[in-house]
């Protein structure tokens, strides 16, 4: 291949000099996006409720990378604390160019023989707006204040809201199903997760088109579910429903997420791009 060439390809997907926020970052796949954006040279800002994991998970980070790095604890449901982060982002590296909204409430599917709260005629409201507050109002405050930063930038930036193929498609509650279980303990997916995920997507719309004029991108990536730990019969029941045969592995959304971030998508705009298996083409 001729040098030059590759050079220009390797470049493309550099993140060099980029301050790079992601909420959620403690997360399974949080982690995952905050590596991958050191691995490519990137300045990840680690945003987390957790305090004490947070300034860790940084400091780990810092060493294995050898990049600059900060965490900071942040309830994004608070907007003074997101503004305050806000303030010494931009004191300490001058302005920010990406933002990955990943943040999500994540209730157990809790096994109560009286009451399934899964269930949808059970769902409790204070859940409901506990998961909204995180899940989508969260993106929002977040795209609203470090989303403005971004669009300060001469060059602009990328905003990637992190959905879900179950905001393309329904969940498939038969792959909950457990033997022996009657109708009133079954679990299902929370209806919560499907709305969250669902307004991420018109979230991305939005934003694809307001601060267009500055430069800033802002498109979603909708994954499929990962491989964590799940029962046997459950994979065996999900993995039919996948062309491919299989969830993903943790770090199968790097690649997409770095070349959302980086040059080498500077024309993509608005884009709400299924990473999953193939689940949504069915």
Request: glycine share 8%; charged share 20%; proline share 3%.
């Amino acid at each position: 291949m001729n040098t030059s060439i590759n050079n220009q390809s390797n470049n493309l997907f550099n993140l060099k000099n980029k301050v790079i926020i992601i909420t959620g970052a403690l997360g399974l796949l949080g982690q995952k996006h905050v590596e991958v954006v050191a691995q490519n040279g990137g300045t990840p800002i680690i945003i987390d409720i957790d305090a004490k994991n947070v300034e860790l998970f940084a400091e780990k980070v810092r060493k294995t990378y050898n990049v600059n790095v900060m965490g900071l604890e942040v309830d994004i449901t608070d907007e003074k604390k997101i503004i305050d982060s806000c303030s010494k982002i931009i004191k300490e590296f001058k302005k920010i160019d990406c933002l990955v909204n990943n943040a999500a409430n994540n209730p157990k599917i809790e096994d109560n023989k009286l009451k399934n709260f899964s269930k949808l005629e059970n769902f409790p409201l204070e859940i409901w707006n506990k998961d909204i507050s995180v899940g989508l109002t969260g993106a929002w405050l977040c795209s609203k204040h470090y989303g403005f930063e971004i669009s300060k930038n001469k060059n602009g930036g990328s905003i990637v809201n992190i959905s879900s193929d179950l905001g393309l498609i329904a969940p498939d509650q038969r792959i909950y199903i457990k033997n022996n279980e009657t109708e009133q303990n079954r679990s299902v997916k929370p209806v919560s997760y499907s709305v969250i995920k669902s307004g991420l997507i018109g979230l991305t719309r939005y934003l694809a088109t307001y601060w267009a004029d500055k430069g800033v991108r802002c498109n979603a990536i909708c994954p499929g579910g990962v491989e964590n730990g799940q029962s046997d019969d459950f994979l065996n029941k999900v993995s039919s429903r996948i062309p491919m045969g299989r969830l993903a592995k943790s770090n199968e959304y790097q690649g997409t997420l770095v070349w959302m971030l980086s040059d080498a998508s500077s024309y993509l705009n608005g884009a709400i791009i299924p990473v999953d298996g193939g689940r949504t083409a069915w």
